[in-house]
T-cell receptor, first 113, second 111 residues
Framework: DGGITQSPKYLFRKEGQNVTLSCEQN?????MYWYRQDPGQGLRLIYY???????QKGDIAEGYSVSREKKESFPLTVTSAQKNPTAFYLC????????????FGPGTRLLVL | SQELEQSPQSLIVQEGKNLTINCTSS?????LYWYKQKYGEGLIFLMM?????EEKSHEKITAKLDEKKQQSSLHITASQPSHAGIYLC???????????FGSGTRLQVQP
């Protein structure tokens, strides 16, 4: 089955620790996205990538980093510089590098210990 | 940047009732997407609208884009408990090839 997988489902971060959220897709999509969702709010764009080895900052990139070394993978690292990381993180992908329909993974909930 | 306002923020309806959710943009919409989200899960794509006056339906859900392409509505006919969730509208941001989302409408359907 084609789709987007995110792991882990829940992640706990200690003070001063970097953590990495995984996002993998087997849809052969060129573009991938990371969003953050806070309770009662919509999605805010963190980073996006239209092609391999290229990515752009979204609206709330500070405290986050990404890489796009493979077409199917777009990991997100939440660094210690992100002071309020508790949120629900969603990864998405779309075809051909255009803003066509985005398909979403199941999400990762990050909690701070 | 584009801003999307959704109304109402939350809605509680009795099963079998009709309801409408609105999404209003500060700018012309070049692509408007409707998604549904169950709590703690990812977003499920419902429909996409592009042309002014366009209307699409899937099962009991109908989405419309007004002629001026600044407002969209999502209408559910004869609501069921399975319709419960958060409905989000998203719009293409032509400047950066990404989507901007509204804050969502939380729908509860009481049996």
């Amino acid at each position: 089955d084609g789709g987007i997988t995110q792991s882990p489902k829940y992640l706990f971060r200690k003070e001063g620790q970097n953590v990495t959220l995984s996002c993998e897709q087997n849809l052969n999509h060129d573009a991938m996205y990371w969003y953050r969702q806070d309770p009662g709010q919509g999605l805010r764009l963190i980073y996006y990538s239209q092609i391999v080895n290229d990515f752009q900052k979204g609206d709330i990139a500070e405290g986050y980093s990404v890489s796009r070394e493979k077409k199917e993978s777009f990991p997100l690292t939440v660094t210690s510089a992100q002071k309020n990381p508790t949120a629900f993180y969603l990864c998405a992908s779309s075809q051909s590098g255009r803003t066509e329909t985005q398909y979403f993974g199941p999400g990762t909930r990050l909690l701070v210990l | 940047s584009q801003e999307l306002e959704q109304s109402p923020q939350s809605l509680i309806v009795q099963e079998g009732k009709n309801l409408t959710i609105n999404c209003t943009s500060s700018k012309t919409l070049y692509g408007l997407y409707w998604y549904k989200q169950k709590y703690g899960e990812g977003l499920i794509f419902l429909m996409m609208l592009q042309k002014g006056g366009e209307e699409k339906s899937h099962e009991k859900i109908t989405a419309k884009l007004d002629e001026k392409k600044q407002q969209s509505s999502l209408h559910i006919t004869a609501s069921q408990p399975s319709h419960a969730g958060i409905y989000l509208c998203g719009a293409e941001d032509t400047g950066r090839r990404a989507l901007t989302f509204g804050s969502g409408t939380r729908l509860q359907v009481q049996p």
